[in-house]
């Protein structure tokens, strides 16, 4: 029998919308279109197929049973079902029920309760999904904000407290789901990014970004910026909270028709944005343009974590 909607819902209910192992948050409640992305996976203890990770036979014994089952997010559910000897299951069993009763006593339906967990959380870790942009400084009333597509394609706008603007929707240059937002005395940023395939690989919702786990390969960020590669060493996405008045956003974004290149201008004083149909051009010429994107940060990140590049 496949795992029934009761079983589901009490799981991530117990599991709080939260990988049992590192605790990131599973799905986002809400994105710039009010859409969901979920991150989480409901892994088996006791493998119900045979030669399965930590299979064992047992008469009338319920596979699908919440008991048998571990919310993780996709990378912690391949870690356990490939290092079984790490994981057997009294081990799982035991951060099943850790994580369970640390959601009991953490975590209610109280919004801030949860957001001042979230802001306790060591969200500067090396292994993070998620996180906050906090750049050091306010703006007042209304400034000119500029965002800035690489380095040589900038729009600038007025904005007021309060007002959201979508710097991107009636230009032709770039097909990007990007708004921003000044609200006490900062700017606010939420967008959608997406491989070629169409799956997305990160987003943001008012400066709180998410990146899915299932869609990349690495990644560094600090307090101002944050960089997306995917396993093919294209740079998915960058974003800069420069200074008080700028944002740079960076890499390598793809719509239904289209693929969009934002490089650094070349020597001969090119453009920095290349913008190519999808049905036109191979994943090896995509690869080629995309080195000419230059990465924010110095990897690996395990060893250099929040390091910029000079």
Same mark, same amino acid.
């Given at each position: 029998m496949p795992i029934s909607e009761k079983t589901r819902k009490g799981l991530w209910g117990r599991s709080g919308n939260r990988c049992a192992i590192?605790?990131?948050?599973?799905?986002?409640? $809400?994105d710039l279109f009010d859409k969901q992305?979920?991150?989480? !996976? !409901?892994? +088996?203890?006791?493998?119900? #197929?045979?030669?399965? @990770?930590r299979h064992q036979f047992m008469k009338d014994f319920d596979y699908d049973d919440g008991n048998n089952l571990i919310l993780l997010c996709c990378n912690h +559910?391949?870690?356990? %079902?490939?290092?079984i000897e790490q994981y057997p299951v009294e081990r799982l069993r035991q951060i099943k029920t850790n994580h369970e009763k640390w959601v009991n006593e953490n975590l209610d339906d109280d919004y801030s309760k949860i957001k001042e967990l979230n802001s306790k959380s060591n969200i500067l870790d090396k292994s993070a999904l #998620?996180? !906050?942009?906090?750049? %050091?400084? $306010?703006i007042d009333k209304s400034y000119s904000i500029s965002i800035s597509l690489g380095e040589s394609i900038k729009i600038t706008m007025l904005l007021g407290d309060g007002e959201t603007v979508? @710097?991107?929707? %009636?230009?032709?240059?770039?097909?990007? @789901?990007?708004?921003l937002k000044v609200t006490n005395g900062g700017i606010l940023v939420s967008c959608i990014f997406s491989n070629i395939a169409g799956k997305p690989v990160a987003q943001i919702f008012d400066n709180e970004w998410v990146i899915n786990p299932n869609n990349y390969f690495q990644r560094n960020y600090d307090k101002n910026g944050l960089e997306v590669i995917d396993e093919d060493g294209i740079t998915r996405f960058q974003i800069d909270f420069r200074d008080i008045y700028n944002i740079k956003v960076g890499g390598v974004f793809a719509d239904e028709e289209n693929i969009y290149f934002i490089l650094s201008p070349d020597k001969n004083g090119n453009p920095g944005l290349i913008t190519t149909g999808l049905n036109y051009i191979t994943k090896e010429k995509i690869k080629t343009i995309a080195k000419n994107v230059p990465y924010m940060f110095v990897y690996p990140s395990n060893k250099h974590f929040g390091e910029r590049t000079k």
């Open positions: 590192c605790r990131i948050q599973l799905v986002l409640e $809400k992305l979920n991150v989480g !996976e !409901e892994c +088996h203890i006791i493998s119900k #197929q045979t030669g399965g @990770p +559910h391949k870690e356990i %079902d490939t290092q #998620q996180g !906050e942009f906090e750049p %050091d400084y $306010k979508e @710097p991107f929707k %009636d230009i032709n240059m770039v097909n990007l @789901p990007l708004a």
